[in-house]
């Protein structure tokens, strides 16, 4: 057994990681398990060191070995060790993890923006509603008969000019002149603007 002494410990070659991903190809669990065992502490480091949740972590790199074991017949030994082949699958997938939660915390945050309801007095809403009405009231007494019957008709029955003219007995003329001169009238007293 060749040993090299570091620091005046002994300390034994690690395994041979382009053989045992050889023999993972061909589905060789034990070898994954020996594969696993070496890279996977690199690997969670290394994801903890992108995603900083060690719960996510762990899913994380445990997601990176799973896809290892399922790719490994991708891996080029021309292109590379294997180490930094799953390393690179292991930070691809951290920053992954990572635009994945900001997408998710940037989603949540616009839903609640958009479903925040300014609060508002009822109280004060109602009050200015009812003043609002009376003031309508008020001014609809101001008109003519014919004005008043017909805006009247048109506005809050829902009845078309042709219809007010015949509920009334009036030229279609008559009763549109006598709307807009109505809704002229109205306009002034409320102290809308034009």
């Known amino acids: 057994m060749n040993r090299v002494v570091a620091l ?11 053989e045992l991903l050889a023999r993972v190809v061909l589905g060789d669990q034990d070898a994954f398990a020996t594969l696993y065992d070496a890279v996977a502490g690199p690997v969670f480091g290394l994801v903890r060191r992108v995603v900083r949740d060690a719960a996510q972590s762990e899913e994380v790199a445990q997601e990176v070995l799973v896809e290892v074991w399922r790719t490994a017949a991708r891996y080029r030994a021309d292109r590379g060790e294997v180490l930094p082949w799953v390393l690179t699958i292991a930070h691809r997938r951290a920053v992954d993890r990572v635009r994945s939660a900001q997408a998710a915390t940037d989603r949540d945050r616009r839903v609640a923006e958009a479903s925040y309801a300014v609060a508002y007095d009822e109280v004060a809403e109602q009050v200015e509603g009812r003043m609002e009405r009376e003031q309508v009231r008020r001014c609809l007494k101001t008109l003519t008969e014919l004005q008043r019957e017909s805006l ?17 007995g009036a030229p279609l003329g008559t009763v549109k002149t006598r709307m807009r001169d109505g809704l002229i009238r109205m306009r002034d007293c409320l102290g809308v603007g034009t």
């Open 8 to 18: 005046g410990l002994p300390v034994r070659p690690g395994p041979d990681l382009k």
């Open 152 to 168: 009247t008709l048109a506005y809050y029955r829902g009845y078309s000019y042709p219809q007010v003219a015949e509920v009334l």
